[in-house]
């Protein structure tokens, strides 16, 4: 337990282990050792506090229902990130992609990772090179003093716009306002297979004066401005909820409600299967075929969200 030194509140996290298996989640995860925090950010960004069933050392994770949250970063430095690679005796090339930092013997020294970004990937992927490391510390706009939340990736979307960040970073007096996002994006194979994932992405918006502490609603489904008290239960009433029109952008977002009904019908166990499913049809039995014809409206308009991500090509939606 090292809770009496100071550190981040909470960890903002991408994907959960789920019976042992890592699962990728299409909205935000915080987990947090402090029952309050978790609590207010339930408040702040939805979802309901629960016990961390993965024994590790923070108890609560709120499993929350965005996929953006604006946050307050201090300064480039609040974005640390180095490149690291381990073995089972444990950090074998620590490096900035120049130098090593460590193994304390090397630190100092050119380490020879490639200057290409491919070429880096590559090394990676074959195990003979570091992978990206970035941890990114930040504060929720809405509520700067529940505390600093940590963010640690090792995105290489994210490495390869480090420098951008950083720039935008140093140009706005802090904190500045970001918005971090999971943003979906969907591929499609050249055999047409369509397959699609989620990237954290992080983008400087602007100081705290001139812009909102809160994004702008989503098409996710957000509470209504009527009282509703039956909303938000375990497992989420989806409300025939009406996407809004399709607006042109290089974002993709998705109505979640929606996307739930669909994997439930489609029998698909994450939002990136049921859209795969909706892309290419398959569907298991007869009955589902039933029903999904049925949601066939509801779900054309994901094929249609993905079909504007493949920037109109081949889709082998029916
Ligand atoms: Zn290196």
């Known amino acids: 337990m090292t809770q009496s030194t100071p550190g981040p509140v909470g960890r903002f996290r991408t994907g959960r282990l789920v019976e042992g298996r890592p699962q990728a989640l299409d909205v935000w995860l915080v987990t947090t050792h402090d029952a309050e925090v978790a609590a207010r950010v339930?408040?702040?960004?939805?979802?309901?506090?629960?016990p961390n069933e993965g024994g590790e050392e923070l108890d609560h994770d709120v499993l929350t229902e965005v996929e953006t949250v604006r946050v307050l970063v201090d300064g480039p430095d609040a974005l640390a990130s180095h490149m690291i690679l381990r073995d089972s005796t444990g950090i074998i090339h620590q490096c900035d992609g120049l130098e090593f930092l460590s193994p304390e013997e090397k630190k100092g020294r050119p380490?020879?990772?490639?200057?290409?970004?491919?070429?880096?990937?590559?090394?990676?992927?074959?195990g003979r090179g570091p992978m990206p490391s970035i941890s990114l510390?930040?504060?929720?706009?809405?509520?700067?003093?529940?505390?600093?939340?940590?963010?640690?990736t090792g995105s290489w979307q994210m490495a390869a716009q480090l420098s951008d960040l950083t720039e935008a970073l140093e140009r706005i007096d802090s904190p500045a306002v970001c918005d971090l996002t999971l943003e979906l994006v969907v591929h499609t194979t050249r055999s047409g297979r369509g397959f699609c994932y989620r990237k954290p992405v992080l983008t400087v918006l602007g100081s705290p004066g001139t812009v909102a502490p809160q994004p702008p609603p989503t098409a996710e489904p957000t509470p209504a401005p009527a009282p509703s008290p039956r909303r938000r239960r375990a497992r989420p009433v989806p409300e025939p909820a009406i996407p809004p029109a399709l607006e042109p952008s290089q974002t993709v977002s998705v109505n979640v409600a929606?996307?739930?009904?669909?994997?439930?019908?489609?029998?698909?166990?994450?939002?990136e299967k049921t859209v795969i499913a909706a892309l290419t049809g398959v569907v298991a039995g007869q009955h589902q075929t039933a029903e999904l014809l049925r949601l066939r409206e509801?779900?054309?308009?994901?094929?249609?969200?993905?079909?504007?991500?493949?920037?109109?090509?081949d889709s082998s939606l029916t």
Request: aromatic content about 6%; some cysteine.
């Open 137 to 152: 510390t930040f504060r929720i706009a809405a509520e700067p003093a529940l505390g600093e939340f940590r963010f640690l």
């Open 111 to 126: 380490c020879g990772c490639p200057p290409l970004f491919e070429d880096r990937k590559l090394a990676a992927k074959e």
């Open 298 to 313: 509801q779900v054309g308009q994901i094929a249609a969200l993905a079909g504007q991500a493949l920037q109109g090509g």
């Open 42 to 50: 339930a408040g702040l960004l939805g979802g309901r506090p629960q």
């Open 258 to 271: 929606l996307l739930r009904r669909a994997a439930e019908v489609l029998g698909t166990d994450s939002h």
